[in-house]
């Protein structure tokens, strides 16, 4: 089991660009989070899926952030007219999403850069 | 909202020693309690969780919940170097009970010296 696959490992970014960033989860979980970790806010919740479907995207920046999980097998993160306040490490995780099973199982993250 | 919060921000543990970190939420619904270890330039990964009021132990890492004072912690025994890392507390969330989202702290950054 590979785990979390998350791509690219690094983005650079000019002010006003496009960002995507891609996840794939572990196989067989049901649950897709994503976060975004800086020094000064920490690690701040996003938006996640349980079984593609949204569930909650209360994290989200609503104007330019947006999260699809077209199938089982990934996620991405569209980051539309980017920001230097976008600058951050943005992590999936995955989770088998059932009963007491709450554990998260993270990705090595996408270091994103906006100059 | 939930409000997560952990104490100390820092630590320097020498080997062998003790090391006790500390976490609060501000949610009394709460169910499901974990902690998390980031080792510098790596993912977060899972230590240990509590659902129950009380304590739990697993290997040299203990976790006492107080629901009551919305409160729980990490005690880590005979700490060692490679226990050097960002711990992360984490609590569920919202509506989505157990398997809902994870308010996470700010951290506490533990070196333990030689």
């Known amino acids: 089991n590979a785990g979390v696959i998350q791509t690219p490992r690094h983005k650079v970014t000019g002010k006003g660009q496009e960002a995507t960033l891609w996840c794939e989860p572990i196989s067989g979980h049901s649950a897709v989070f994503w976060y975004r970790q800086t020094i000064v806010q920490g690690l701040e919740f996003l938006t996640y899926?349980?079984?593609?479907?949204?569930?909650?995207d209360s994290g989200m920046p609503k104007e330019r952030f947006s999260a699809q999980m077209p199938n089982q097998s990934h996620s991405t993160l569209k980051i539309q007219s980017t920001q230097p306040q976008d600058s951050a490490v943005y992590l999936c995780?995955?989770?088998?999403?059932?009963?007491?099973?709450?554990?998260?199982?993270f990705g090595a993250g996408t270091r994103l850069s906006v100059l | 909202q939930q409000k997560v919060q952990q104490s100390p921000e820092s630590l320097i543990v020498p080997e062998g020693a003790m090391t006790s970190l500390n976490c609060t939420f501000s949610?009394?619904?709460?169910?499901?309690f974990a902690w998390y270890r980031q080792h510098s330039g790596k993912a977060p990964k899972a230590l240990m969780s509590i659902f129950s009021n009380g304590e739990k132990e697993e290997g040299r890492f203990t976790i006492h919940l107080n629901k009551a004072s919305l409160h729980f912690s990490l005690h880590i025994r005979d700490s060692q170097p490679s226990d050097s890392a960002l711990y992360l507390c984490a609590v569920s969330t919202g509506t989505g009970g157990l398997s809902g989202k994870l308010t996470f702290g700010e951290g506490t950054q533990v070196t333990v010296i030689s």
């Open positions: 949610d009394s619904a709460s169910q499901y």
């Open positions: 995780a995955s989770s088998p999403g059932q009963g007491s099973q709450n554990t998260l199982y």
């Open positions: 899926f349980r079984n593609q479907a949204p569930i909650d």
